[in-house]
């Protein structure tokens, strides 16, 4: 016996990365992007942004996620979010951005510091919807409710979880993790 509680909606199949704009525009107007300047120099933040703005949407990138983000991380996102009134938020990338993204989903939805959510279940108002688009396979990130996030000072790293943190959906288009190089694809398989 078992009890399955699917939080995010799985669209999965080659070329879904195209249905991002349409599955966006159900959960907001004024998206955050969030991913990291590997994505764009692979055509990827291009490729989302098409799609976003082709369903009309407001979008505004963050694409300085560094690997294993810190909390400068997120709080250089959460400023560029809060500027732009963001409502619905997306990561694309591997665990590094879509951590970040839910790094930034906390403060903005819930205040604070990173360090005030480290541990599970300490967020207290709800959070904003988020979309999840993996381009590695191997950190699931996408389908769980923790942001992996190091303090910017200790390097202390923190496991942030609260079931609100989890992705909506999560779009998993084959097409991305076929184009990362050999030794993204090995690391994170090990991941």
């Not at 996620?65 to 619905?88: F, K, M, S, W």
């Not at 819930?110 to 967020?123: F, L, P, T």
């Not at 190091?150 to 943190?165: E, F, L, P, V």
Request: with cysteine; glycine share 12%; aromatic share 4%.
């Amino acid at each position: 016996a078992f009890d399955f509680d699917p939080r995010t909606r799985v669209v999965f199949g080659q070329g879904t990365l195209g249905r991002l704009g349409e599955l966006t525009a159900e959960l907001g107007k004024r998206v955050l992007l969030v991913t990291d300047r590997g994505l764009r120099d692979a055509g990827h933040e291009e490729r989302a942004l098409h799609t976003l703005g082709s369903a009309g949407l407001a979008v505004k990138v963050f694409d300085d996620v560094h690997p294993n983000p810190t909390t400068d991380d997120v709080q250089r996102g959460l400023t560029i979010a809060r500027e732009h009134q963001t409502d619905v938020i997306v990561g694309l990338g591997g665990g590094s951005s879509m951590d970040c993204a839910k790094g930034i989903n906390f403060l903005l939805t819930n205040g604070g510091q990173m360090e005030d959510y480290w541990g599970v279940g300490k967020a207290t108002k709800p959070m904003l919807p988020m979309i999840a688009v993996p381009t590695t396979a191997g950190t699931g990130s996408e389908a769980q409710s923790f942001a992996l996030i190091a303090n910017s000072q200790t390097h202390m790293k923190m496991a942030c979880g609260d079931k609100k943190a989890a992705c909506k959906v999560a779009i998993l288009d084959p097409d991305l993790t076929i184009s990362m190089p050999a030794s993204v694809t090995a690391a994170t398989g090990i991941d």
